[in-house]
Structure formats: C-alpha cells, structure tokens
C-alpha cells in the first residue's frame, strides 16, 4: 500500500484559489437548512445556481436525484419514501416503512432500480443493502447482505460500492472500510484497509479512483483511493470536518467543510486547487450533497 500526501502542494494552492469562488456544476443536489426547516434544493441542467425545489411537501431526511429522469426520490420525518417528477411536480408515495427503516437512497445508472439501506427493526446495528422498482411492482430485491452492517450505496456501472462496518466492540472503536460489488457476478471485495472509518464513497467518472471520508489521519478528511487498492491519497486537512465527498463529469470533488467557522461547501479539482462556493441566501447550513451524472 502506498500513501501519498498532497498537503505540502495543497498549501500553496489554497492560497492563491483563495480569493476565487468555484460555481456549482449543473446536477447538484443538496438539503439545505433556512427558516427553521430542511429544504431540496437542486441545480437544474445550464444553471449555475440551486433552485428551491417547493414541490416537496414533506420536510426531507435524505434524498436521491436523477438528472436523467429529471426525478427524486425523498425520505421524509416519518420514514416515507416518495417519487416526485420534477417536470410535472407530482409525487407518489412508493414506501411507508413498518418494523424496519430505510435510509440513503441511490438511483441505479442501469434501470428504474433505487437502492436504499434498510435498518433493521429500525436500528443500525444490523442493516443491508436492497433494491426497489421505482417504476415497476413494489417490493425489495436483497443486494447486499454480509454479516455487519452496509451503508452509503453509491453505483456506477456493474459496480455497486458501500461502506462496511468491520468491528465494533472488539476493536475498541468503530473499523469501518469501502468496499464493492459486481452485480454481475455478485462478487464482493474489500476496497480500503484504514484501520479506522471509511465512509461515502464516490467513484471518479473514469474509474480510476474512489473518494471517500475518513478520519484515519484523525479528523475527517477527503481522501481518495485507486480502484485497485494500492495507491492512498490524503487530499485535505486540518481542524476542519470535510464529508461528503460528491465528483462530477469532470472529476473535481464538491464537498461539505465543517469548522469552527461554519459550514460551508468547496470544491477540489484535480489539479489541487480548493474553492469555496457560495450557498443560496438564508441558507445557515447543509447536509447530503451530491453530484448527478
């Protein structure tokens, strides 16, 4: 395994991006908080800037966007999950959870299918990874189900990645790792070995590389991993929380910093360069930001 670090090229680059702000790419996608509730807020294809999306009727937890679809699908305070076509406005309720909850939506690339983690009696110490038919029957087909629990499903092409927790109790703390699995073959592999947590992970458009969260240098950082496991690249720090990690076409990172400053979201680009983007006015917070294809 070899670790790389970028802090001492980062440095000299945040200062001279520093009096530059980066501009949201078409297809982000956040929640934001502003007059007491959480909000969707998305950037439509050609804009530059998010636009409320007041369709929502019911305060969202999470959410998943299809840009191709021009569609979202959004959990809300009561566990329900709905569809909402974003050129009609309309919504559908697809799921009213009972004994178990769902959390994390992801839209397949391939098909109507949306993945979600379904907890458990509603708890997260026993989870798995399902799909649902968006548009066809109702019901789940079983995607992940190891001994442990999987979150943060994020798909691209047969590929199917999500976080594993490792150990708990007898590790004396949380070892959590990135791994994938080929819905193809249905064959599964461990992707990081961080000995720490590893979560959201974001493949790069070309494949080459996995961004993900971590706090294996302490703090949580982006990081980014080769698609065949050899090569760790640390590409922020300092007293700061960065999470979240979401890559568009051209592969520059958007991501969520929290510090004592504040929240606010950057952007990391392949050459080094970090950028604030400016978040919508009234705007004091931000959380499950993502990036469609």
């Known amino acids: 395994m070899r670790l790389v670090s970028l802090s001492v090229a980062l440095s000299i680059v945040f200062l001279s991006a520093a009096a530059h702000a980066a501009t949201w790419p078409a297809g982000a996608a956040f929640l934001g908080y502003a007059e007491e509730r959480w909000s969707l807020w998305i950037v439509r294809p050609g804009e530059q800037k998010p636009t409320l999306i007041s369709d929502v009727s019911e305060e969202p937890t999470d959410f998943a966007y299809s840009q191709a679809q021009a569609e979202v699908v959004y959990l809300d305070i009561q566990g329900r999950l709905w569809r909402l076509s974003l050129d009609s406005g309309t919504s559908q309720l697809l799921l009213e959870s009972q004994d178990d909850a769902f959390a994390?939506?992801?839209?397949?690339?391939?098909?109507?299918?949306?993945?979600?983690?379904?907890?458990?009696?509603?708890?997260?110490?026993?989870?798995?990874?399902?799909?649902?038919?968006?548009?066809?029957?109702?019901?789940?087909?079983?995607?992940?189900?190891?001994?442990?629990?999987?979150?943060?499903?994020?798909?691209?092409?047969?590929?199917?990645?999500?976080?594993?927790?490792?150990?708990?109790?007898?590790?004396?703390?949380?070892?959590?790792?990135?791994?994938?699995?080929?819905?193809?073959?249905?064959?599964?592999?461990?992707?990081t070995r961080v000995n720490a947590i590893a979560k959201e992970p974001t493949p790069s458009p070309d494949g080459r590389w996995i961004y993900f969260s971590s706090n294996k240098a302490g703090q949580y950082h982006l990081w980014r991993v080769s698609a065949d496991g050899a090569e760790y690249q640390q590409l922020t720090e300092g007293n700061v929380a960065d999470t979240n990690p979401a890559v568009d076409k051209e592969g520059n990172v958007y991501f969520i910093r929290r510090s004592p400053l504040g929240t606010e979201v950057r952007r990391w680009s392949p050459n080094g360069i970090d950028q604030q983007i400016a978040l919508p006015p009234g705007v004091s917070d931000i959380r499950s930001l993502k990036v469609a294809r």
């Open 104 to 191: 994390q939506p992801a839209y397949s690339e391939q098909d109507n299918r949306i993945f979600l983690v379904r907890l458990k009696g509603g708890a997260s110490e026993e989870t798995s990874i399902v799909a649902l038919n968006s548009h066809g029957n109702p019901g789940f087909a079983p995607v992940i189900s190891q001994r442990s629990s999987q979150f943060d499903p994020a798909h691209q092409g047969d590929l199917l990645y999500y976080a594993q927790v490792a150990c708990v109790k007898d590790c004396g703390r949380i070892i959590q790792d990135i791994w994938r699995r080929n819905l193809a073959s249905g064959r599964s592999e461990q992707v």
